[in-house]
């Protein structure tokens, strides 16, 4: 009996193998490297080394593993599907998009603390970008409140990233320039990119000059870089802390059966005004200081570009 169950997790391991192969091949946005890393995925299968794996939560560590070593994007990533959701991981139920909607409410959509510092420096704490509709309101009153200052701390250091659409949103309290395109997303061919511009009507809050510092850390990640990215490339803010992730290709979920899911970058960012992006090299920071010591070293700049 314990026989037939090795065989049957052997077998149910390489399928998983082959399935995983098939839909980096299908998506990735780099062909060579999807078939870098399915191959190196079929080496592990063929050297043994998922074997010991008996259960998915223990597999899906050795699978992230290799597909690292083979493409180094850290935005590929497999998980095990909750069993809340299986056996459809590519259809939300109704618990994950109530369960969604509540990480939405508890984390206040992304904003950690809003706060006027000494000298009238604006600070604002973002932990992550949630989808337009989910965050707009939020970043919107608290842009409002912070509407008076006369400079601008952003503290992307426990930024996880999320919605490109979101980052724009927050980008055009920060640029006054209407319709200003800032980025694309290029995908493979034939597929069209995905253009993003600042609105033709920007929020009424808006300021295109006030002195601004984003505060970085190693654990900034993606959308977070992105918009310390995109700043600093158009030298409208300087940026305080440590070398970002260098996460920058965008990715989508898609089932891999009915225990895992795959990340997959789908695509990749190219600028505006350079072309470039941010993916592993990350954003290297105006100011060099420890994520510990930014706050205080961007607020103290600040305050002597004030005059204070």
């Known amino acids: 009996m314990l026989g037939g169950y090795r065989v049957a997790a052997?077998?149910?391991?390489?399928?998983?193998?082959?399935?995983?192969?098939?839909?980096?091949?299908?998506?990735?946005?780099?062909?060579?490297?999807?078939?870098?890393?399915?191959?190196?995925?079929?080496?592990?299968?063929?050297?043994?080394?998922?074997?010991?794996?008996?259960?998915?939560?223990?597999?899906?560590?050795?699978?992230?593993?290799?597909?690292?070593?083979?493409?180094?994007?850290?935005?590929?990533?497999?998980?095990?599907?909750?069993?809340?959701v299986r056996p459809a991981p590519a259809s939300p139920s109704?618990?994950?998009?109530?369960?969604?909607?509540?990480a939405v409410r508890r984390s206040n959509a992304g904003v950690r603390r809003v706060e006027i510092l000494r000298g009238n420096v604006g600070y604002l704490d973002l932990s992550n970008f949630f989808r337009p509709e989910e965050a707009r309101d939020t970043i919107a009153t608290a842009m409002r409140l912070l509407g008076k200052a006369d400079a601008l701390i952003i503290d992307m250091r426990r930024n996880g990233g999320g919605s490109p659409g979101t980052v724009v949103f927050l980008l055009g309290y920060l640029i006054d320039a209407p319709g200003a395109a800032l980025f694309e997303i290029v995908h493979r061919p034939p597929e069209p990119p995905d253009r993003y511009a600042l609105d033709e009507t920007l929020p009424a809050e808006r300021d295109g000059k006030r002195p601004i510092a984003v505060l970085t850390s190693a654990q900034t990640f993606s959308g977070g870089e992105g918009l310390a990215f995109l700043l600093q490339e158009r030298r409208r803010a300087e940026i305080v802390g440590e070398v970002t992730a260098g996460a920058a290709n965008p990715g989508t979920t898609y089932p891999v059966n009915d225990r895992f899911r795959v990340n997959v970058p789908n695509g990749r960012i190219r600028s505006a005004i350079g072309g470039g992006n941010w993916e592993g090299t990350g954003v290297t920071p105006d100011l060099k200081v420890p994520a510990a010591d930014a706050l205080q070293a961007a607020h103290d700049r600040l305050l002597r570009t004030l005059g204070r």
């Open 10 to 84: 052997a077998q149910d391991t390489a399928a998983t193998v082959r399935a995983l192969g098939e839909v980096l091949k299908r998506e990735y946005i780099d062909i060579d490297v999807a078939a870098r890393a399915d191959a190196a995925l079929q080496r592990g299968l063929a050297d043994g080394r998922y074997a010991a794996a008996a259960a998915p939560e223990t597999l899906a560590p050795l699978l992230n593993r290799d597909l690292q070593d083979a493409t180094h994007d850290k935005h590929i990533f497999v998980e095990v599907v909750p069993p809340a």
């Open 94 to 102: 109704a618990d994950a998009k109530a369960a969604r909607a509540e």
